[in-house]
T-cell receptor, first 113, second 111 residues
Framework: NAGVTQTPKFRVLKTGQSMTLLCAQD?????MYWYRQDPGMGLRLIHY???????AKGEVPDGYNVSRLKKQNFLLGLESAAPSQTSVYFC????????????FGPGTRLTVL | GEDVEQSLFLSVREGDSSVINCTYT??????LYWYKQEPGAGLQLLTY?????DMKQDQRLTVLLNKKDKHLSLRIADTQTGDSAIYFC???????????FGQGTTLQVKP
C-alpha cells in the first residue's frame, strides 16, 4: 500500500500561472480532503469530497477548484496563482462513519513569485 | 465558530514527561486527534479519542479529555529526542470528517 501520494512534491509558479496538484490514495477511502499549511498556523481545509463526483467548499476555498472524477484521485487546481497561495498543500483521505482515522500525504510545497 | 487553541512551544529534558495542551470551542466534537509533524514531512496520526471517553492510553502516550472544560491533553512519557516535532490537536465535528486544527505545539527535547 502506497497510502496517500501527492504530485508534485515541489513547484514554483509565477503570478497568474495555473497548475493542478494530484492526490491519489489506494485505500479505497470514500472521503478526501485538501488542506493548506502556512507558517505558524495549523492546517486549514480548502475543499473536500465525500465521494466520487462530489465536492464541497471548506474554510478557505477562494482561488481553488477541485475535481473527484475517480474515487482514488482528488485534484486541486489553481487557475491564476497568487503569492498568497504560497503554502504547503496536504491531501488526506478517510473512511466515513466510525473509522475516523484521516491519513495524510507527504505534502506539496508551492511557491508563487 | 469552531476554534482550537494550543500553546506554541514546549521544552523538556530527555526522559521527562511532556504534556501538550489543547482547548476547543465546539461542544459537538465527535473525535479529537493528535498528529505529529516532523520537519519537512506530512502529518502522522498519533492517536485519537472519541468524545464520550475521558482517557485513552497507548504505550507512552496518554490522552486526557475534559469535555466540561473542552480541554484535551497529550502526555508523552519518557520523552526521547526523536519525539522532537510539532504536535497538532484537531477536532472533528461533522459526519464528513472535516478536521479543525490548532496552530501546533513545537516540542523541543534536550539531551
Amino acid at each position: 500500500n502506497a497510502g496517500v501520494t501527492q504530485t508534485p512534491k515541489f513547484r514554483v509558479l509565477k503570478t497568474g500561472q495555473s497548475m493542478t496538484l494530484l492526490c491519489a490514495q489506494d485505500m479505497n477511502h470514500e472521503y478526501m480532503y485538501w488542506y493548506r499549511q502556512d507558517p505558524g498556523m495549523g492546517l486549514r481545509l480548502i475543499h473536500y469530497s465525500v465521494g466520487e463526483g462530489t465536492t464541497a467548499k471548506g474554510e478557505v476555498p477562494d482561488g481553488y477548484n477541485v475535481s473527484r472524477l475517480k474515487k482514488q484521485n482528488f485534484l486541486l487546481g489553481l487557475e491564476s496563482a497568487a503569492p498568497s497561495q504560497t503554502s504547503v498543500y496536504f491531501c488526506a483521505s478517510s473512511y466515513p462513519g466510525d473509522r475516523p482515522e484521516q491519513f495524510f500525504g507527504p505534502g506539496t510545497r508551492l511557491t508563487v513569485l | 465558530g469552531e476554534d482550537v487553541e494550543q500553546s506554541l512551544f514546549l521544552s523538556v529534558r530527555e526522559g521527562d514527561s511532556s504534556v501538550i495542551n489543547c482547548t476547543y470551542t465546539d461542544s459537538s466534537s465527535t473525535y479529537l486527534y493528535w498528529y505529529k509533524q516532523e520537519p519537512g514531512a506530512g502529518l502522522q496520526l498519533l492517536t485519537y479519542i472519541f468524545s464520550n471517553m475521558d482517557m485513552k492510553q497507548d504505550q507512552r502516550l496518554t490522552v486526557l479529555l475534559n469535555k466540561k472544560d473542552k480541554h484535551l491533553s497529550l502526555r508523552i512519557a519518557d520523552t526521547q529526542t526523536g519525539d522532537s516535532a510539532i504536535y497538532f490537536c484537531a477536532e472533528s465535528t461533522s459526519n464528513t470528517g472535516k478536521l479543525i486544527f490548532g496552530q501546533g505545539t513545537t516540542l523541543q527535547v534536550k539531551p
